[in-house]
């Protein structure tokens, strides 16, 4: 009888979700408000959480849990080591997707602006949010390209672990070192996933040694793969001697099979197994003195006889002290090694309470969070994701954000999935929130429960300060780390369709500059055009594809040209009088200053004054001097470039009485500019980091095209049956080069470009340069 009445629950539920998909949408709405569940119908992954199905879970069903069982992660690595894939299958094996999305199909969830379908590639970093065991998993899909380091770098800050992920053929590439680095800046625990273990030419001792060898990382084995290339078919769990295996007739890797090593069936696999835990075993007591005690005092006769629960706690301590990193190994695509690696990510990396953020002290449990990603979504404006550090956040309440000293209402806190967002009634400490309402808030900003808060931290920080003598100001401490914004290194101009349509293009920028803050627009103030500066030729593409996609407008990119540098290589001095009469009022100012070349580099001017002025200078005067000096330096006399590695000296500033500030500094713009021009001077080009790895057939055309585009090679690396080049190239020689790559090896070479640094060209191809400028105007 009960069984009639559970099947009659459920099947009332089935029809009732049948019709609300053939309700109208103002009923709908009415319906989902009524359920206490709101969820942006656009897409149907999942359908509604948690309406139909025992196997898909509902988001409600841990809203808040406990905070040891929360983690924050982030899957990052090269491009098309196979991010996007892994995070398919662990939103499948977790139960929130009910197919396995492929990202040649463009049909996962993660990925989900037509842009990334389209190029199957991961641009934005979305959040999805799921369980699995027992634990919340807020997990951040990060791209790979190097056009948008920016979004890796954003995310790493909120996190309190990551999963590397590796193409076990390549081992570490050259995007991988840069998400590396970021992490280690971040001081962000990591586990390893070796990744297409099922491809040919997978290798996993080749694999671990470039991360020993390239990341200078102590990898600690934990899996050893069954087989590798086709053969590969499954994996053996070092810590608990057992071998996992995947039905090899399964479609979607959900059945596999744990059975312990045994000498009968298994000897050779056993004998390697026990080997490697042994050597893991000695490894972390190397590492952790709590296990070393352990290990020495009850087990030093025998390793067999140490439980995993103790070797898996200390691998946890060694991971969490970011002193070696544990490595696992699979294939997303093939479905196998997910569910193994979702464990590891709850044992191994850690809960938030697990990190130790210095600010929190001066909070008392208040509220303080981290906005760290802004967002357009037209009917609902901005959307702000939040990592929650300390205290609560409930919708309908105000907050206040320190670094734009305003306060603001929050009018509904949301759960993100991917692009499907769904409301919740509150959320705490340790949790990524996505919330509306937020008109001010930008990426980088701190937010607390009100101002009164934000000073009675101020005042724990200061009294703290003062015990530990630190000279800080109080305020930048309450601030959590702001983003670093790298300098763009491509710009072009940006036209609308009409002179009407100026203001919507101003819109869209705005809108996509507060999304994206290493985009930057700025305007001509030769020809009043709109210029576009960007990290790479993908980014400024994707923008203009988003303008016309998302606000509707045909807009023209003029061609793509590199952000150059100027600088001066001799001392100059220069003298110049500004006598202006406005009105009854007469402005006269007379400035005579010295302009030189520095040994460091530095990008804004290096300000100095004369022993002579230094004492008779108001404050005013000071940085009327100053702005006036940086204005001149925006503007080169070559190309109009900005100017750096420059300091200048003010010997001499004559001011008649009445003189406004505006003045003092047109006037010694117009002297630094007089001086710039009479000093010898040379272009800077940007320089990029490259390597391209490519076959041994291809090699030679590929090394005669870098020599046409003057390219310096380092070294030439074997990678399995590939070479690999490294090098460096300018990067005005880079323009459309992923097209003659794939010419030049019938699409089997792939490279990656990351900015070195900005180096002097020579007197020969600046001339060139120079002259092509002159012929263009």
């Known amino acids: 009888m009960s069984n009639l009445r559970i099947f009659a629950v459920n099947r009332k539920k089935i029809s009732s979700l049948h019709y609300f998909n053939n309700m109208c949408s103002s009923k709908i709405r009415a319906s989902l408000k009524r359920l206490k569940l709101h969820v942006l119908l656009g897409r149907n992954y999942s359908s509604l959480p948690g309406l139909i199905g025992n196997d898909i879970k509902s988001l409600h069903s841990i809203i808040n849990p406990p905070i040891a069982k929360i983690r924050n992660i982030g899957i990052m690595a090269h491009i ?166 995947w039905n090899p007739n399964s479609d979607d890797g959900k059945d596999f099979e744990r059975k312990p090593l045994l000498e009968m069936s298994d000897p050779k696999l056993l004998k390697e197994t026990t080997e490697a835990r042994n050597a893991l075993i000695e490894q972390v007591a190397d590492l952790d003195d709590e296990f070393a005690d352990l290990v020495l005092g009850e087990f030093s006769e025998n390793f067999d006889l140490l439980p995993a629960e103790k070797l898996q706690t200390a691998i946890h301590r060694v991971t969490l002290a970011q002193t070696a990193v544990p490595v696992l190994c699979g294939s997303a695509l093939k479905n196998k090694g997910v569910q193994p690696l979702l464990d590891a990510i709850t044992m191994y990396l850690p809960s938030p309470e697990e990190r130790n953020y210095e600010f929190l002290q001066w909070y008392k449990g208040d509220l303080c969070a981290l906005a760290f990603k802004v967002l357009h979504d037209k009917q609902r404006g901005p959307l702000v994701f939040m990592r929650i550090y300390s205290g609560m956040i409930k919708p309908q309440t105000a907050i206040h954000n320190i670094n734009g000293n305003c306060t603001e209402r929050i009018s509904r806190l949301l ?80 036209e609308p369709p009409s002179v009407a349509k100026q203001p919507d293009l101003d819109h869209a920028l705005k809108c996509l500059q507060r999304e994206d803050p290493s985009l930057k627009v700025k305007l001509d103030p030769d020809s009043g055009q709109t210029v576009l500066c960007g990290m790479g030729e993908l980014h400024i593409e994707i923008i203009h594809d988003r303008i016309k996609r998302e606000y509707g407008l045909e807009t023209y990119l003029g061609p793509l040209q590199v952000a150059y540098r100027e600088a001066i290589l001799n001392s100059v001095r220069a003298t110049d009088t500004l006598d202006r009469t406005l009105g009854d009022k007469r402005h006269l100012v007379t400035v005579e200053l010295e302009a030189k070349p520095m040994e460091t580099a530095s990008l804004l001017p290096v300000i ?141 070479a792939t490279f990656a470009l990351e900015l070195s640094n900005y180096q002097a060209m020579n007197p020969q191809d600046q001339s060139t340069l120079l002259s092509q400028r002159h012929s263009l105007s």
């Not at 990744?195 to 470039?210: L, P, T």
């Not at 101020?458 to 959590?480: D, Y």
């Not at 190309?639 to 500033?653: F, I, N, R």
């Open 80 to 245: 098309d080591a196979g991010k996007t894939t892994t995070t398919e299958r662990i939103l499948y094996y977790s139960g929130y997707t009910r197919s396995l999305g492929d990202v040649d199909d463009g049909d996962t969830v993660t990925d989900f602006m037509a842009q990334e379908r389209e190029r199957g590639i991961t641009i934005q970093s979305a959040a999805v949010t799921f369980d699995w065991k027992g634990y919340r998993i807020n997990l951040i899909d990060t791209p790979g390209h190097v056009d948008f380091t920016l979004e890796v770098e954003r995310c790493l800050r909120v996190l309190d672990g990551a999963v590397a992920v590796f193409d076990a053929s390549a081992g570490v590439e050259a995007q991988t070192l840069t998400v590396w680095r970021q992490a280690d800046k971040h001081k962000v625990p990591r586990i390893c996933f070796l990744n297409k273990m099922d491809k040919i030419g997978a290798s996993f001792n080749y694999a671990v040694e470039s991360i020993r060898e390239k990341l200078k990382a102590k990898p600690l084995l934990l899996q050893l793969p069954i087989g590798e290339g086709k053969a590969f078919k499954g994996v053996v769990d070092v810590v608990s001697k057992e071998k996992l295996l």
């Open 415 to 494: 759960l993100p999935f991917a692009d499907q967002h769904i409301e919740i009634p509150l959320l705490t400490a340790g949790n990524i929130a996505l919330t509306v309402g937020l008109k001010h808030t930008a990426t980088g900003d701190t937010i607390v429960s009100s101002k009164s808060s934000a000073l009675a931290a101020s005042r724990r920080a200061r009294r703290e300060g003062e015990k530990k003598q630190k000279e800080n100001n109080e305020t930048e401490r309450l601030l959590l780390a702001g983003v670093e914004i790298p300098e763009p290194v491509f710009f072009c101009t940006i």
């Open 608 to 748: 100095e004054y004369a022993a002579s002025v230094a004492g008779d200078l108001s404050q005013a005067s000071r940085e009327a001097f100053e702005n006036g000096v940086h204005s001149a330096c925006l503007q080169g006399p070559l190309l109009g470039s900005p100017v750096q590695d420059v300091a200048v000296t003010l010997h001499s500033l004559v001011i008649h009485p009445g003189t406004s500030t505006t003045m003092i500094s047109a006037c010694v713009s117009r002297c630094l500019q007089k001086a710039l021009k009479k000093a010898d001077k040379q272009i800077l080009e940007p320089l990029m980091n490259l390597e391209v790895t490519v076959s041994r057939d291809y090699l030679s055309p590929v090394l005669a095209d870098l020599a046409q585009r003057r390219g310096n090679i380092q070294e030439i690396q074997s990678r399995q049956d590939n070479k690999v080049v490294i090098g460096f190239v300018p990067l005005a020689e880079t323009m459309g080069y992923s097209t003659v790559l794939r010419t030049l090896t019938s699409g089997s």
